[in-house]
């Protein structure tokens, strides 16, 4: 079936780059891809072209903006019920947020019918929120994790990259596999996964694809690294864990694997390369940030779960600058948000905090204790501020790249899938609209303002999977 979008669509092509808030944009769609695209004068006089031809135009109205589809590189599925709990732990320990919260909620997963109602609720709320695709953690167990497999077809979306849970150490009696086990069902529910997304009859990028996925260093052994590095090499698996995230969770590597760094683990396992999508990464030493780069690993920043845990703010700008991939993930329950309009709203103001060591009050204080001049100050505001429309990059594009599938999504360019977000300003959040907002004040104020009600509809490969009641 073929159909057309005429108005406001932007997208965020390179980091640093806006497109489409001057111009109307027209953009075709055919079978799921987006056949051609035209802006300004051409995209006026191909709509009419279409409609003579009795092809389908739906012109956007003027409080309508339409962007690709929201990427979330980090979230955990079977921590949804807790989401808002437990963010007043430290992440490690007894008493911690893993050890509290996240072991025993997701060790119901093994209850399949717990699963399955806490996984279509989950991706029922993803798409609700204009996330089209997601980078999963299920639990350990096979099963339940096939079940999400599943349920995502069932859904037609949203995009679902979904990791078995792998643990084979430092976890509760009762939510732990061996070596063995956690290597036969990772293959298991590889194969099962791949077979699903075949017969599902979807092209490139599958709407679902197996992720082979370590936890984080602390609950894997070296052999459980070993024998999953071999099975995303060998089925060709995007890999996903957690690297660097928190002082605590640093040091208790470090002391597990003679005082590496957790990138130089991961690298020396082979789990370090492209695609492989890092959580956190905020307690980096330099030497890490060049493995990163240059195996082509990309990290998921996650802003809102480092207030909490990681205690620092990633430096996304000047990662990007030294050519280190970045998308950005809500990780739920560590952040409290499903929402991808969330975490880009917490990565600017995550951003703003980088420079608060230059602030006058801070000259001898605890926090850096530099004294530098105004210079200094608006040198680090340029390196490290970002924009909201360098976080829609993150949530788009940057996400599609750290994926590896920067040829196939993240922005409107012929020949990718059309996967989409129509935004717009009517909700009771945004009540104060001015007539006279320009196209980029309108998409600032949906950006910082925005939740769910200003989600008007989705798309998935071309098809709407959800508009607004
Ligand atoms: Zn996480």
């Known amino acids: 079936m073929v159909f057309a979008i005429f108005g406001t669509c932007v997208d965020t092509p390179e980091f640093g780059e806006v497109r489409g808030l001057h111009e109307p944009t027209l953009v075709v769609v055919s079978s799921g891809c987006i056949q051609s695209l035209y802006r300004g004068r051409a995209a006026e006089e191909s709509r009419k072209t279409l409609e003579n031809q009795g092809v389908s135009v739906r012109v956007l109205h003027a409080s309508e903006i339409l962007v690709p589809g929201f990427i979330d590189t980090h979230i955990h599925f079977p921590q949804f019920p807790f989401t808002g709990a437990g963010i007043d732990k430290p992440l490690m320990g007894d008493d911690g947020f893993l050890v509290k919260y996240a072991f025993p909620t997701e060790e119901s997963m093994s209850d399949l019918a717990i699963a399955r109602s806490v996984y279509n609720a989950g991706l029922e709320t993803l798409l609700r929120h204009g996330t089209t695709s997601a980078l999963i953690f299920a639990s350990i167990h096979c099963q339940a994790s096939k079940e999400l497999v599943d349920a995502a077809i069932r859904n037609r979306g949203p995009r679902a990259f979904v990791g078995k849970v792998c643990v084979d150490r430092h976890c509760p009696d009762s939510y732990i596999e061996t070596t063995e086990t956690s290597i036969n069902e990772t293959e298991d529910f590889i194969n099962y996964t791949q077979a699903r997304a075949a017969e599902a009859g979807h092209s490139p990028p599958y709407l679902v694809q197996p992720v082979v996925t370590p936890r984080f260093l602390p609950t894997c ?249």
């Open 221 to 469: 052994t070296a052999e459980l690294l070993a024998g999953l590095s071999q099975l995303a090499e060998r089925y060709k698996c995007i890999i996903q864990s957690h690297m660097s995230e928190s002082i605590d969770e640093v040091e208790f590597s470090s002391a597990l694997f003679e005082g590496k760094t957790d990138a130089e683990v991961f690298s020396d396992f082979g789990l370090l390369r492209a695609p492989s999508v890092m959580a956190h990464c905020v307690q980096m030493k330099c030497t890490e940030e060049d493995l990163l780069r240059d195996s082509g690993a990309a990290i998921a920043h996650c802003p809102l779960s480092n207030f909490f845990f990681a205690s620092g703010a990633l430096p996304v700008k000047q990662l990007i600058s030294r050519g280190i991939k970045v998308g950005l993930g809500t990780d739920v329950a560590g952040g409290y948000s499903p929402s991808m309009l969330s975490s880009m709203r917490a990565a600017v103001l995550a951003s703003k905090t980088l420079h608060f060591q230059y602030l006058p009050g801070a000259v001898q204080s605890s926090v850096g204790g530099l004294s530098v001049g105004a210079k200094e100050k608006e040198s680090s505001k340029e390196q490290d501020d970002l924009s909201h429309f360098d976080a829609l990059y993150l949530a788009t594009m940057g996400g599609a790249a750290s994926l590896g599938l920067q040829d196939l999504l993240g922005s409107f360019e012929e020949g990718k899938r059309f996967d989409a977000v129509l935004l717009t300003q009517v909700s009771t959040a945004l009540s104060f609209v001015c007539r006279h907002d320009s196209r980029e004040d309108l998409l600032q104020k949906i950006l910082t303002l925005g939740d769910d009600r200003n989600v008007k509809e989705v798309f998935v490969d071309g098809q709407s999977v959800y508009s607004q009641p």
